[in-house]
């Protein structure tokens, strides 16, 4: 809850005070330089694209990715560092119904948050007086499903093979290097061809914002995750367990 209210406090500020600016903004984000605006994800053609483009580049993505990673992590080793895996085991469960149930928890959560996000930023869109149409937020939070998921796998599945929460760290560092590879990259038109080689791409190559979804990366996404999940329960099955 508490990562979804952030994320709408960040909609709404940003809404708020690029709606009273409204032409001003837009020149002054213009004005920065390029990598800058990459990083951001600045959309300079309506006030609304400057703090959508903005909002679904870096805020939304990473309150998605705080949540997924954290619940792999946990799905997959929170009942060891508890020390009350032993006791859960000791019911007539499997590891794998342990693992499955905790991650559709995981899964249920990161939807959640999407139409929770979708449904906020139509609603702050209206309240601030914004035009909104030209932008397909649907389809951004859509994009936003696959990616807390994949990174949610990933997690999940190196604390499925380790028992340990390295896979926060790991999960967390490959999600902020794809990120500013994909970003940064096409700034430079010699590199610019691999920033496509990224998971960040399948989530934002496609510019869902602007474009829609972009089906073939959130399958590709929702195909990595369930492959990480079986994975995890091949893993989880094979390691000594700390009880």
């Known amino acids: 809850m508490a990562i979804i209210i952030g994320t709408l406090l960040y909609g709404g500020l940003g809404?708020?005070?690029?709606?009273?600016?409204d032409d001003a903004a837009l020149d002054f984000v213009d004005e920065m330089p390029e990598a800058i605006r990459a990083i951001y994800g600045t959309d300079t053609s309506t006030s609304a694209g400057?703090?959508?483009?903005?909002?679904?580049?870096?805020?939304?993505?990473?309150?998605?990715?705080?949540?997924?990673?954290?619940?792999?992590?946990?799905?997959s080793t929170?009942?060891?560092?508890?020390?009350?895996?032993?006791?859960?085991?000791?019911?007539?469960v499997s590891r794998t119904r342990v693992?499955?149930?905790?991650?559709?928890?995981?899964?249920?959560?990161?939807v959640l948050f999407c139409v929770a996000t979708w449904g906020g930023v139509e609603a702050i869109a209206a309240l601030t007086g914004i035009d909104a149409s030209e932008q397909n937020v649907l389809a951004a939070?859509?994009?936003?499903?696959?990616?807390?998921?994949?990174?949610?796998?990933?997690?999940?599945?190196?604390g499925s093979a380790?028992?340990?929460?390295?896979g926060?760290?790991?999960?967390?560092?490959?999600?902020?290097l794809s990120y500013l590879i994909t970003t940064l990259l096409p700034t430079e038109p010699d590199l610019e061809r691999y920033a496509k080689f990224t998971p960040w791409y399948l989530y934002s190559g496609g510019d869902p914002l602007n474009q829609g979804v972009d089906w073939p990366g959130l399958v590709a996404m929702l195909v990595i995750a369930a492959a990480l999940a079986a994975a995890s329960v091949f893993l989880i099955n094979?390691?000594?367990?700390?009880e």
């Open 15 to 21: 809404m708020g005070v690029y709606s009273s600016f």
């Open 50 to 75: 400057l703090v959508l483009g903005a909002m679904f580049s870096l805020m939304a993505p990473l309150m998605v990715l705080v949540y997924g990673i954290s619940g792999g992590t946990n799905a």
């Open 78 to 92: 929170g009942e060891e560092r508890a020390r009350s895996l032993g006791l859960l085991l000791a019911n007539p």
């Open 99 to 110: 693992l499955l149930a905790k991650s559709a928890v995981v899964v249920v959560g990161v």
């Open 141 to 158: 939070c859509v994009q936003l499903v696959g990616l807390g998921l994949m990174f949610g796998g990933l997690a999940l599945v190196i």
């Open 162 to 166: 380790t028992g340990r929460s390295i």
């Open 168 to 176: 926060s760290g790991i999960a967390a560092t490959i999600a902020a």
């Open 238 to 242: 094979r390691r000594d367990l700390r």
